[in-house]
């Protein structure tokens, strides 16, 4: 499946990474090339064959709902580019 | 070079527990290893004080007879693992500056286990990449050239630092991450042992996550036994990764034996790949011979859907490197470039934050995951690689372990491979299809190519049972008797 530079922009807009105008037609040609090499995946046969999403049958554990972690505000702050008063500063997020 | 940096963690051991030698005295040498071999950009960060402090700390511990079973023992931990108080950076732009205020569990376990902090080692950005050339810090250089030729090679990747500074004698040992070949692939190419667990082994907490399907901790060492020890300490359940496992840690170290007598070992017919050179070809066939002869019993089984294991994975990895990557969107920590408005903040901080290959797999990761190729891609991926566990499990019933070379080719040239992403990607073809269905593997140095350069064997086992894969390599490792040097290693420091 040959990708064109259109939809190498509609695909960075959903990935949410700014790829300029000018680099496009590269990108699109590189992808193209991993996914046409990625499509001899159409040559198996996976008819009833159930998709494998974890390899290991991993029990999953219980425990009781009880918070054992938290009251870290300064940690889960201590990275972030720009607080104030204990919170996360961000862009407008609502117009 | 300083005779301590010669030493095995088990010979290092047994001289602390002796006190012939100290643990501060043993980091001073390593500390000074990796000022003389900082060329190679082995490290990320360097941290030497806090490395003497727990040396000292080791020597205080042995002095009361409380040490652990790594006391003192100088390491490199990977930059992918989350270190409290260390900036750790997964070799990102988007991390740069980042310092975790949280340990990694299987980091904690080794600091616990007596091990000594010597830095951050380089990585591909993201442990993205099978080379170590696509780390925002450099790329990082093997301390291997080839006979007569000065030409700088890579460390293989992403494991790249990792590999170099326990090649270089640098650390005594290291941690590394393997998703699809990342601790495996740089062992072979820089002459040392790298392991793989199953997965579920060791605790993902506080890896900086690629593909959390295939991610996992592991050992990289200059001998199997050290790999055996080093992993024991690695290696248990926690309870805040769902996809650690509840089982108990054996005693690989103290149960490991050379003894192959009986093993019936398969020789899977589709790792004959085209253009491989015929020295590994041979290498192959020469350590079957050395298992032949210490009494196991060698056949040859397939693995019908070995060829389409690569594509399959660069389907799933970045499918799940795109989701985990969301993450990073300069808000809460990271790279925030700021533009007009929120998503054109987001988009200019990862484009700034996030490399070519990284980008890269984000976009191909988001396309197989978009409304309509979902199925046609990732799912189709899901199903074959079902395909490949199920050829794994079928020759699992018939042999104990398989024996195959580690890479498809020696070592290259830093810049070679570079124009054509998928080229690099067939760097892995040996190593990716046992990562997909999550089995235990191991990369033991076994001889020299023409050109002198070190090439690796692959031995690949039933899922939890790392014990038969480390009693081969072991088996191997005694008869390869590999012991060459780095060239130039014998000079400084």
Redesign the interface.
Known sequence: MA?DPST?AR?????????PEGERSR?AL??S???G????????D?DD????????A????W?PDVADDGE?R???L?????THDGC?V????IE | MNELLGLSITQAAARLAAREISARELTLAHLDAMEAYRSLNAFITETPERALAMAEASDGRIGRGEAASLEGIPIGMKDLYCTADIPTTAGSRILA??????ESTVSANLWDAGCVCLGKTNLDEFAMGSANVTSHHGHVTSPWTRAGDNAALVPGGSSGGSAAAVAARIAMAATGTDTGGSIRQPAAFTGIVGMKP???RCSRWGIVAFAS?LDQAGPMTRTVADAALMLQAMAGFD?KD??S??HEVPDWSGLLKADVRGLRIGIPKEYRVDAMPEEIERLWQRGAEWLRAAGAELVEVSLP?T??AL??Y??IAPAEA?SNL?RY????????E?AE????????S??EG?GAEV??R??????VL?AGYYDA?Y?????????I?EDFSAVFERVDALLTPTAPSAPFRIGEKMD???AMYLNDVFTVPSS???LPGISVPAGLDGQGLPLGLQVLGR?WDEQTVLDVALALEEAAGFATLPYGLGEAP
Request: charged share 25%; no cysteine; hydrophobic share 40%.
């Open positions: 990708l190498v695909i960075a807009e959903l990935a949410r990474i700014d790829v990108l590189e992808l090339h991993i996914l090499w990625i499509e001899q995946l159409g040559e198996v996976t064959v159930e998709p494998l999403r974890s390899v290991m991993i029990e999953r554990p425990r870290r300064e940690d889960v201590a990275n972030a580019p720009k996360f961000v862009p407008r997020v | 500056g980042f310092v975790p205020t949280y199953t997965y579920g399907s309870s769902m996809t496992a509840d859907h060829r389409y594509p399959t660069y389907i795109s969301a969107d300069g808000m809460r920590f990271g790279l925030r700021e408005d929120l998503t054109r903040t987001y988009m200019r990862r484009a996030f980008q890269r984000v976009l191909i990761g988001t396309y978009s891609y799912v189709k991926a899901q199903k074959v690689r079902r395909r566990a054509d992403p998928v997909l269905a999550g899922a």
